[in-house]
């Protein structure tokens, strides 16, 4: 299969939220086995959710983790946090692994309380397909950082050695690093149709990605991560367009599965798919409501990810199409859209998992 690169992402729209439940911090006693070289730990409290990996400085994000189930390894990392319990505060807060929203206060920070919160937004665990696929993941957290943002951006590059692993480095005012870096998903992404999906007889099918947060408002960045994540794990591409996002112009027209270079590759790629509504912008209006903050126009973002053909394509170009109008590709709406979410599921429905005790 061709890699293919997942591009830098610049994320505009904060929409639904959720709130995760944070278990009580322990000071750190665990030794850490594994010799990492260029590389820091940052000092705090470590949270024991489950047990740790043996011979790695690696933590249960969530209950339920089996290293040697057959699932997926999700690794947030820290680069620039003062403390680990803030980088902690961070990533547990905005993975919505309840499926709940987080809430966002007005500064733009995670809130456990509702009488201050002002907005709020699903996390990757609240969006399908991951929302169902949690028996899929295991989900760790560890207290040592790269050298910089971008060190571990491609597979092989971080000292874990997991199987099946991406790494979200959640790196705090990286404008320190670089005043330009963007939250941005690596090159190494092997899962890239129309070919079947297949699990690659060996190395690891997996990117890394960085997820740029401002210290100023940490949970506006969140929506980065999912967005991000459709890079590294599915290769999806960005569905940019016009002037504004600074794509019009660009050759690659065709970019599996929603990007086309004309009428007759999209009626290929999802011509059985016309009209179908991804169920998800159902459930995040749910969930809003919950939450309270109701969608104020359900029907417009309903019609939004309907599947259609969406003249302009991915990056603005007249003759090209794309499969919605809008997704989480496009402005980090929580919702895939059917045609992103049938070749996530294909991928997803590589590994086995395993029922979470």
């Given amino acids: 299969m061709r ?42 409290a470590t949270r024991h959710v489950g047990d740790p990996v043996p011979g790695k400085p690696l933590w249960a994000l969530v209950e339920g983790n089996d290293i040697d189930a057959d699932r997926i390894n999700l690794v947030f990392a820290p680069w620039g946090w003062e403390t680990q319990a803030e980088f902690l505060d961070f990533s547990a807060g905005v993975l919505s692994w309840s499926g709940e929203p987080y809430l966002i206060d007005e500064s733009g920070r995670l809130t456990d309380h509702p009488s201050d919160a002002a907005d709020a937004s699903l996390g990757l665990f609240g969006i399908e397909p991951w929302r169902s696929s949690r028996d899929l993941f295991n989900v760790w957290y560890t207290d040592v950082e790269p050298d910089t943002p971008v060190a571990w951006l491609n597979d092989g590059e971080d000292p874990f050695g997991l199987q099946d692993a991406a790494v979200v480095i959640a790196a705090l005012d990286a404008d320190r690093f670089n005043p330009d870096l963007t939250s941005v998903a690596g090159l190494d992404v092997i899962f890239i149709g129309p070919e079947t999906a297949s699990r690659p007889l ?156």
């Fill in 3 to 44: 890699r293919r690169r997942a591009l830098f992402t610049l994320c505009l729209t904060i929409t639904a939220c959720v709130q995760s439940a944070d278990p009580e911090p322990s000071p750190s006693t665990q030794p850490h086995p594994t010799t990492v070289s260029s590389t820091t730990t940052i000092p705090g």
């Fill in 202 to 357: 060996d190395g690891e099918p997996f990117a890394n990605v960085v997820i740029v947060v401002n210290s100023e408002s940490p949970a506006d960045s969140a929506i980065h991560i999912p967005h991000e994540l459709g890079h590294a794990l599915f290769g999806l591409a960005d569905e940019y367009v016009g002037d504004v996002m600074g794509f019009d112009g660009r050759s690659d027209l065709s970019s599996w599965p929603s990007c086309a270079e004309d009428l007759s590759e999209a009626a290929a790629w999802w011509g059985d798919l016309i009209g179908s509504v991804d169920n998800m912008v159902t459930i995040w209006a749910a969930e809003m409501e919950q939450a309270g903050f109701p969608l104020q126009d359900f029907e417009g973002n309903a019609a939004a990810v309907a599947v259609q053909d969406v003249d302009g394509g991915c990056y603005g170009v007249s003759g090209s199409v794309r499969a919605t109008q809008d997704s989480l590709m496009n402005t980090n709406i929580p919702v895939l859209g059917s045609v992103n979410r049938s070749w996530a599921e294909q991928i997803l429905n590589l590994w086995e998992g395993q029922p979470r005790s």
